[in-house]
């Protein structure tokens, strides 16, 4: 029922004056709030994601899965062409432990933790450490244009073509829908898998630190 009806009409002037100002206030605040908000508004694909429409992953869709060692089966050998055409091959990181980050431009979740994801790669570019990303749709143009959107600067398969690094790793581990994170050991297995938006940097670089001190 509106305010407006609740109040009697017998009430003195000065009452009617302290309701309008209240409304008044509440019209301006409301106002400040909506400029404030759209300025730091985040773009329709992650908006999507924060209002649970994105239909990847959700918040509670987010889980991470470590794998004991004694488990983690064989290495896992990938390759492919980077969005500025070069070639790759997992052999070229032998020996560091690698994060691997499979997503796409589009993917609302894959945009809330590119920050997160660069963020870790360069608190971590002085340890023996690699970051590569798998992207599954796009062609090179979108993913170098969501990087520097993002400043991301590591660089990313264009897997949308052949599928052959997200067929690799789907030998030895599940590959849910974007973003998925995978956390190789030294010996180029799969030691941690991140299911949904990284959540932070904590995990990912706990996660990275507990490889690298594992005996090779």
């Not at 009452?15 to 508004?41: D, E, K, T």
């Not at 990181?93 to 609302?108: H, K, S, T």
């Not at 264009?158 to 030294?186: H, N, S, W, Y």
């Amino acid at each position: 029922m509106p305010l407006a009806s609740t109040v009697p009409s017998v009430r003195s002037g000065r009452s009617s004056r302290s309701i309008r100002s209240r409304r008044a206030a509440s019209a301006a605040l409301a106002a400040v709030l909506a400029v404030g908000l759209s300025a730091c508004a985040p773009d329709p694909a992650t908006e999507a994601f924060l209002n649970g429409e994105e239909k990847a992953y959700t918040t509670a869709d987010f889980r991470v899965v470590e794998i004991p060692a004694e488990k983690r089966g064989e290495p896992v050998v990938f390759g492919g062409v980077t969005e500025d055409g070069e070639k790759f091959s997992s052999q070229d990181i032998a020996g560091d432990v690698a994060v691997v980050n499979f997503w796409y431009a589009g993917c609302g979740p894959c945009r809330l933790e590119a920050p997160d994801l660069e963020a870790v790669w360069q608190k971590h570019q002085p340890d023996d450490v690699a970051f590569i990303g798998v992207n599954i749709y796009d062609q090179a143009d979108t993913a170098k244009a969501f990087a520097e959107n993002y400043g991301i600067t590591y660089p990313s398969l264009m897997d949308a073509d052949t599928g052959e690094a997200k067929l690799a790793f789907a030998q030895v581990t599940p590959i849910q829908a974007p973003p998925t994170t995978l956390v190789l050991d030294r010996q180029g297995r799969v030691a941690a898998r991140i299911i949904g938006p990284i959540d932070g940097t904590s995990i990912l670089s706990t996660l990275i630190q507990d490889a690298l001190e594992e005996k090779a």
